[in-house]
């Protein structure tokens, strides 16, 4: 997304955010390292925008902008794993219009920057009798990312309206660009959570001596067909994708959000098959 988003931006407004981006992303290459992607602000009362928020901070915001850098205030909630990764990389999550100025920032931090302060609730985490993998060991953790007056050097930053208002729109651009990928990972995601449910629910069928009863099947097959079509979404969605001017490949946005709004919608229904059948 900020691959996308700072190369029209720079193309537009003449500005050097691609370039940044860049070198962050050989940075990044080079070190091997692992993000934590910060979009999802506190929000507030949801019928007022950023700046008409009774308290300005409910959204993450630049309260200054100096030669060498900004400085930050607010806060990102519900971010996953947080504290397990190397960078966070701070996005808008919607639409800011010309008096939303401050609000429109992206940057990228370690996740140790002074300022950046984790508040995360403890991990359930089951260790693997079967298999090596480093996440169970520890879990999966949500993180209030709280960020106190916090310095962003001018290399790490990707927008800022407060500086150049005319960046502002692009806050949108960059908000609506994560969310088409975030998407379209779900449609590779999603299908693997549905095929545990599929195989919970197949194991207690046959502990309770239905797994052959026509109904049961029915709802096997439910699952299994909902996870398939959530995935030939995304195969599709990235067979049709289109290369944007700075070279990334974008995947088709309507087939990315049928495999999405399908995997969201058919998830209630997935938990009561298994509840069912458990009898």
Same mark, same amino acid.
């Given at each position: ?41 506190? $929000? %507030?009362?949801?019928? $007022?925008?950023? +700046? ?16 060498? %850098? ?5 806060? /990102?909630? #519900? ?37 950046? /302060? ?8 089951? $260790? ?5 993998? *480093? ?44 969310? +088409?990928?975030?998407?379209? #990972?779900?449609? %590779?995601? /999603? *299908? ?26 029915? $709802? ?15 195969? #599709? ?5 289109? /290369? ?6 974008? *995947? ?26 458990? %009898?």
């Amino acid at each position: 997304a900020l691959s996308v988003i700072t190369y029209e931006l720079d193309q537009a407004l003449g500005t050097d955010h691609y370039e940044r981006f860049k070198k962050y992303l050989e940075y990044f290459q080079e070190n091997d390292l692992v993000a934590s992607a910060a979009q999802t602000d506190a $929000k %507030g009362d949801r019928l $007022k925008r950023p +700046h008409e928020q009774e308290d300005p901070d409910q959204y993450l915001r630049v309260i200054e902008t100096r030669d060498d %850098g900004i400085v930050v205030r607010g806060c /990102k909630v #519900s971010i996953t794993n947080t504290p397990y990764a190397d960078e966070l990389i701070v996005l808008p999550c919607r639409y800011m219009g010309p008096e939303d100025k401050d609000y429109a920032v992206s940057f990228a931090l370690p996740t140790d920057w002074d300022g950046v /302060k984790l508040l995360t609730r403890p991990a359930s985490f089951r $260790k693997s009798k079967h298999m090596e993998f *480093p996440a169970g060991n520890f879990g999966d953790a949500e993180t209030f990312i709280i960020f106190d007056d916090v310095f962003v050097p001018n290399d790490r930053i990707f927008l800022n309206g407060n500086g150049d208002p005319r960046q502002t729109a692009y806050a949108g651009f960059l908000a609506l660009m994560f969310a +088409h990928y975030h998407r379209h #990972s779900y449609t %590779g995601c /999603k *299908p693997a959570i549905t095929e545990v449910i599929a195989s919970a629910a197949a194991l207690v069928a046959e502990y309770n001596g239905i797994e052959k009863t026509s109904h049961v099947q029915d $709802k096997l097959s439910h699952l299994i067909g909902t996870a398939e079509l959530v995935f030939a979404a995304g195969e #599709s969605s990235a067979k049709h994708s289109e /290369k944007a001017p700075s070279g990334t490949q974008v *995947p088709d946005e309507i087939l990315t959000n049928a495999g999405r709004r399908l995997a969201g919608e058919m998830i209630y229904d997935e938990y009561k098959i298994l509840a069912d059948l458990s %009898g």
